[in-house]
């Protein structure tokens, strides 16, 4: 940085303020020799100082070699004469010629480049002037033909499907009976007398005691061997009343269960795949099937000549069906079917931005059928999400994690009870179903501009 207080013939200035940055002053004949000038400075660069010389003793330098300068009057002419030209070639890949002419004469109209060739050959165009025009041709080349970048997404796809049925508990006995037990022993007794009297002969059966007690084990034999008519006499759990010491009733409960069941199934399926789009292009990735669905039916009449001259002629339709072997007119009918994409179906547009993150707009959509509505034309179930996110490149995002959940509870046990502590459900079923998705993309920029240009040259005029 530089501080000037100088006043004093304009040329002796100027000289000075170059001198103090290492540069040589060579003035032209357009600069006066016996003008003042006047220049108060503090901390400026080489940069300001040439702007303020611009602006007050009106000149502008030409760069000769890297310590020499001319310095020349502010005049238009001068400047157009003075200023050194350079040549660039810059190579466009991929434009056809008229496109490569229509940007030629683009940077003619909006630079006043009057020295611009171009080469369809070799893809290129040729561009020589002043140096700021030159780089602003140059700069609306680049961004004119800049080819979109492309993404590569890495997409993967995760599905779990889980179904479950429990069946656990203990089923308490829902019924009670009560039997008769002296009637019902009577007439066992009495249904296999037969029995009986082979069984004592042979010694099979010892009767002592009084009359009863003979009768109770007369009962029990019969219980023992197991015949007809004896199993209402086993199932009994308990006696109540008796009269003469004899049991009145026997009291009998239904079946009791005790359940232990546990089905499960679990099915997982990945889907890894890798998807190429350009910049702001939509990239569609569908799994699933096309599923036809009737939306209408459209029915046509036709008519057969000859069968229609003879139902002009009075001849009955059965006598027409019979000679022709069809009637006087037809109908077709001609079902309407569209296609509908049943499964999964996932857009992605990725944008690359300038700071070279990539903008993603994420468009998932689950389609299955869910029933049957009027004319039994199918009901489809629809879940649909959109997102935006914006994330490096080689980062992974999360688009969504969709659960769909089904469970059916059966609870059975004592009526009233069961609302009590300690009596809950006996008997408990389980049936459930749960699937879930989870897809992660993650970008990838593969590919950018495909412009380039020579190094620029000084060129004579």
């Not at 400047?79 to 010629?97: D, H, M, N």
């Not at 779990?160 to 829902?174: C, E, L, M, N, Q």
């Not at 707009?361 to 689950?366: F, I, R, V």
Request: charged share 20%.
């Amino acid at each position: 940085m530089r501080s000037f207080h100088l006043r004093g013939e304009k040329k002796q200035v100027v000289s000075e303020i170059y001198r103090s940055f290492g540069i040589v002053s060579l003035f032209d004949p357009s600069v006066a020799s016996d003008t003042l000038l006047r220049i108060d400075l503090d901390d400026v660069d080489f940069v300001e100082s040439v702007r303020v010389l611009k602006k007050t003793a009106h000149l502008f330098a030409v760069p000769v070699d890297p310590t020499h300068a001319l310095i020349a009057a502010d005049i238009k002419e001068l400047r157009e004469a003075l200023t050194p030209w350079v040549e660039e070639t810059i190579y466009l890949s991929g434009q056809k010629q008229q496109q490569m002419m229509d940007l030629a004469n683009m940077a003619r109209t909006l630079f006043d480049l009057t020295q611009l060739g171009v080469n369809t050959d070799n893809g290129a165009i040729v561009v020589r002037g002043p140096r700021d025009e030159v780089q602003r041709a140059h700069d609306l080349f680049s961004e004119l033909t800049e080819k979109p970048s492309d993404v590569l997404l890495d997409i993967n796809i995760y599905e779990v499907d889980k179904s479950t049925t429990r069946k656990i508990g203990f089923a308490p006995p829902t019924t009670a009976t009560a039997t008769d037990i002296s009637s019902t022993a009577q007439k066992l007794i009495s249904d296999n007398q037969t029995l009986l009297n082979e069984s004592i002969s042979s010694g099979a059966l010892t009767l002592s005691g009084s009359a009863y007690q003979q009768e109770l084990q007369e009962v029990s034999f019969l219980v023992a061997a197991g015949v007809s008519g004896s199993s209402s006499l086993t199932s009994i759990l308990g006696t109540v009343g008796s009269l003469d010491g004899v049991p009145l009733l026997g009291i009998s409960m239904g079946s009791t269960s005790l359940n232990l069941l546990l089905d499960s199934t679990d099915a997982r399926m990945l889907n890894a795949l890798q998807v190429r789009s350009s910049d702001r292009q939509e990239a569609t990735l569908r799994i699933g099937s096309r599923y036809p669905i009737l939306t209408a039916l459209t029915s046509s009449t036709s008519s057969s000549s000859i069968a229609t001259e003879l139902a002009a002629a009075g001849v009955s339709s059965a006598v027409i069906a019979q000679l022709t072997g069809s009637s006087a007119s037809s109908t077709t009918t001609i079902p309407q079917i569209e296609f509908e994409d049943i499964g999964l179906t996932l857009k992605v547009t990725p944008r690359v931005l300038r700071s070279g993150e990539v903008h993603l707009d994420l468009d998932l959509k689950l389609e299955s059928l869910g029933g049957s509505g009027i004319e039994n034309i199918p009901i489809l179930n629809n879940r649909a999400l959109k997102s935006a996110v914006t994330i490096e490149p080689g980062q992974s995002t999360m688009l969504a994690a969709l659960v769909s959940t089904n469970e059916v509870n059966a609870l059975s046990g004592v009526p009233s009870l069961d609302e009590l502590p300690g009596f809950q459900s006996t008997e408990k079923n389980t049936d459930g179903t749960k699937n879930q998705i989870l897809i992660s993309v993650t970008p990838h920029i593969v590919s950018g501009a495909t412009m380039r240009g020579t190094m620029y040259r000084v060129v004579g005029r």
